[in-house]
C-alpha cells in the first residue's frame, strides 16, 4: 500500500480518485492508500468518501509534525512508498501568517523524512530497494520570470519570493539532502498552478466560479496581466503516478502544461462559460462582475514550466488542453453545490472578509 500525507486536500484527493481509476484501467490489483491528513481548513474527507467508505483507502488524522503520530502509521500499514502532499498552499495566506508554513511545509516535511528514513532503514532488500518517497512541490521556488525569461527547468536557480514558496524551498532542499547525505531514496516533482475538481474556493478558478455563480464581484488583482501555466490536476495526478513508477531517484522533474495565460484571460473565459451554461437572471454577462482590487504584495508575474525532463525521460504528457479542462471544471462546480456547501463555512467567509476587504 502507499501512504499519502494531504490525502484529503485538494491535489491529494485527486490523487486518491485518480489511483483507484487507474489501477481499474490498467487492470493492476486495487492498491489500499492511507490517508495522512490533519484535516486543517483545507482538508475534506467527503473529497474521498468514497473510498473511505468502501475499505480502499483509510484515514488517519494527525499532523506530519507529530512524529509519534507518523512512526504508528508508518509502523502497521508497511507502506512501499509516501506520497507527500500535506502543505500549506495559499500565498494570500501566507502573507498574512506565514507561521503555520513553516511549521508544516518546513517542519512538518522534516519530521516527515526523519520518521520516513527510520522506517525504511527497518526494511530489509526488495521491500528496501523499492521503497519511494515522493516529494510533491511546486514551481513557485524558482521564483518569477519576465515575458520573456526561458520557463523554468530543472537547474533554474531557486529564488522563491513569497513565505509560501520559500518555505516550499526549505521543504526541497531537506528532500534533495536527505537522498544525497543518507542515500534516501527520494522523488521529487514541482508543478505549476493545478485546476479541477475540489479545488478550495480561495484560489482563482474556483474563487471565480462560485462568487459569479454569487452574482458578487469578480476580485481581479493588479493590473491581471500576471502570468500563470495551468494544469488539469488529474495530469498532475497521473505524472506523479509515472515518476513513483519511472523517475531517477534523486531526481527533479518539473510537470507544466504548456498552457501560460493571463489571470484577466482566465477569468473571462470562466465568465463566458457561465454565460452559455447558467446565464444570469438580469442578462447582463458575468464579465460586468470584475472588479480590480489592489495587488498582491510581492506578487510573481509569470510562471511557467519546461517539462522536456519529463516528457523526454518518463514519457509524460498532459491530456487536457486549458478549453477542456475549464469545460470540466466549471461543469463540475456546477454539479457539486453538496460538495461546495461542505468547504463553505464560517472559517472560510471569515477568510474572504479578511482577503478582501483591505484590498476594496
Ligand atoms: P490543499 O491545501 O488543498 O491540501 C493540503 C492538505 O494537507 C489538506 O488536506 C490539509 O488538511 C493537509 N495538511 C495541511 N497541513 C498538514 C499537516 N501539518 N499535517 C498533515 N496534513 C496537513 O493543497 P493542494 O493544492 O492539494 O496542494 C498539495 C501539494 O501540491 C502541496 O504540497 C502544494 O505545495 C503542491 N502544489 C500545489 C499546486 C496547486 O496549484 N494547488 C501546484 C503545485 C504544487
Ligand atoms: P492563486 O490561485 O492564489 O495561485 P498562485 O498565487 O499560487 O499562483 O492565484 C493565481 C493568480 O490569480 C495569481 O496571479 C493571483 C491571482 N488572483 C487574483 O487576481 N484574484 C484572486 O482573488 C486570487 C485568489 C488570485
Not at 500525507?5 to 486495487?30: D, K, M, Q, S, Y
Not at 500535506?86 to 501568517?97: L, N, P, T
Not at 505549476?192 to 466560479?209: Q, R, T
Request: glycine fraction near 8%; include cysteine.
Amino acid at each position: 500500500m502507499i501512504l499519502i500525507t494531504g490525502g484529503a486536500g485538494f491535489i491529494g484527493g485527486n490523487f486518491v480518485h485518480h489511483w483507484f481509476e487507474r489501477c481499474a484501467r490498467l487492470g493492476l490489483p486495487e492498491e489500499p492508500v492511507v490517508v495522512f491528513d490533519k484535516l486543517t481548513y483545507a482538508g475534506n474527507p467527503h473529497t474521498i468518501g468514497e473510498h473511505l467508505q468502501a475499505g480502499r483507502a483509510t484515514l488517519v488524522q494527525a499532523d506530519i509534525a507529530d512524529r509519534e503520530a507518523v512512526r504508528q502509521a508508518l509502523a502497521p500499514h508497511r507502506p512501499r512508498a509516501i506520497l507527500h502532499f500535506a502543505a500549506e498552499r495559499h500565498v494570500d495566506r501566507s502573507i498574512h501568517g506565514p507561521g503555520e508554513f513553516i511549521h508544516t511545509n518546513m517542519v512538518g516535511t522534516f519530521s516527515l523524512l526523519e520518521e520516513a528514513r527510520a522506517y525504511w532503514n527497518s526494511l530489509e532488500g526488495a521491500d528496501k530497494d523499492g521503497f519511494r518517497f515522493l516529494h510533491v512541490s511546486t514551481d513557485e521556488v524558482y521564483g518569477s520570470l519576465s515575458d520573456t525569461d526561458p520557463a523554468f527547468s530543472e537547474t533554474t536557480p531557486y529564488a522563491p519570493n513569497s513565505p509560501y514558496s520559500a518555505s516550499k524551498a526549505g521543504s526541497d532542499h531537506l528532500v534533495r539532502a536527505y537522498h544525497h547525505t543518507y542515500g534516501f531514496p527520494t522523488l521529487t516533482t514541482n508543478c505549476s498552478n493545478n485546476y479541477g475538481p475540489y479545488h478550495f474556493p480561495e484560489k482563482l478558478i474556483p474563487l471565480m466560479i462560485l462568487n459569479a455563480l454569487d452574482g458578487k464581484p469578480l476580485p481581479v488583482y493588479g493590473d491581471g496581466l500576471n502570468i500563470r501555466d495551468w494544469l488539469y490536476v488529474r495530469d498532475h495526478c497521473e505524472a506523479i503516478c509515472q515518476v513513483l513508477e519511472k523517475g531517477r531517484l534523486g531526481e527533479t522533474y518539473n510537470v507544466g502544461g504548456i498552457n501560460e495565460i493571463k489571470n484577466i484571460d482566465v477569468v473571462t473565459t470562466i465568465c463566458r462559460k457561465l454565460d452559455a451554461l447558467r446565464p444570469r437572471a438580469d442578462g447582463q454577462p458575468y464579465e460586468s462582475l470584475i472588479t480590480y482590487v489592489k495587488d498582491r504584495p510581492g506578487h510573481d508575474r509569470r510562471y511557467a514550466i519546461d517539462p522536456t525532463k519529463i516528457q523526454s525521460e518518463i514519457g509524460w504528457k498532459p491530456a487536457e488542453t486549458f478549453e477542456s479542462g475549464i469545460n470540466k471544471t466549471v461543469q463540475w462546480f456546477l454539479d457539486h453545490t453538496d460538495w461546495i456547501d461542505t468547504v463553505r463555512s464560517g472559517a472560510y467567509r471569515d477568510w474572504l472578509d479578511q482577503n478582501y476587504a483591505e484590498r476594496a
